[in-house]
């Protein structure tokens, strides 16, 4: 079986079917992953759910009894956390592709 295409979903149907027992070739181009782990869903999110945390805990003084404060402290370790976690999910499709 040729799956065509080396990004998530390319990589579920190639393990699915190496799983059931079909050799399988996958072809892909550009970084391992594709777009969403790459550049697309994971870093995006990640960046989407620090941004929420500091909205979130800025309008918590809107309600009596709360207080707190968040503010970005250091931006280059939360970019760097973000590509350490594409990097680690980089890591695990390619553990996963030595199934194939």
Same mark, same amino acid.
């Given at each position: 079986?040729?799956?065509?295409?080396?990004?998530? #979903? /390319?990589? +579920? %149907? #190639?393990?699915?079917? %190496?799983?059931?027992? #079909?050799?399988?070739?996958?072809?892909?181009?550009?970084?391992?992953?594709?777009?969403?782990?790459?550049?697309?869903c994971v870093p995006?999110?990640?960046?989407? $759910?620090? #941004?929420? %945390?500091?909205?979130?805990?800025?309008?918590?003084?809107?309600?009596?009894? *709360?207080? /707190?404060?968040?503010?970005?402290?250091?931006? +280059?370790? *939360?970019?760097?956390?973000?590509?350490? *976690?594409?990097?680690?999910?980089?890591?695990?499709?390619?553990?996963? %592709?030595? $199934? *194939?």
């Amino acid at each position: 079986m040729a799956v065509i295409g080396a990004g998530s #979903a /390319g990589f +579920s %149907a #190639a393990i699915a079917a %190496a799983d059931l027992g #079909a050799k399988v070739a996958l072809v892909g181009h550009g970084t391992i992953g594709g777009t969403c782990v790459n550049v697309g869903c994971v870093p995006s999110k990640t960046l989407i $759910r620090a #941004a929420e %945390a500091v909205h979130g805990g800025l309008a918590a003084a809107r309600f009596p009894g *709360l207080g /707190g404060a968040v503010q970005m402290d250091d931006w +280059s370790v *939360l970019a760097a956390s973000k590509d350490d *976690l594409v990097t680690t999910l980089r890591q695990k499709i390619c553990r996963s %592709a030595a $199934r *194939l």
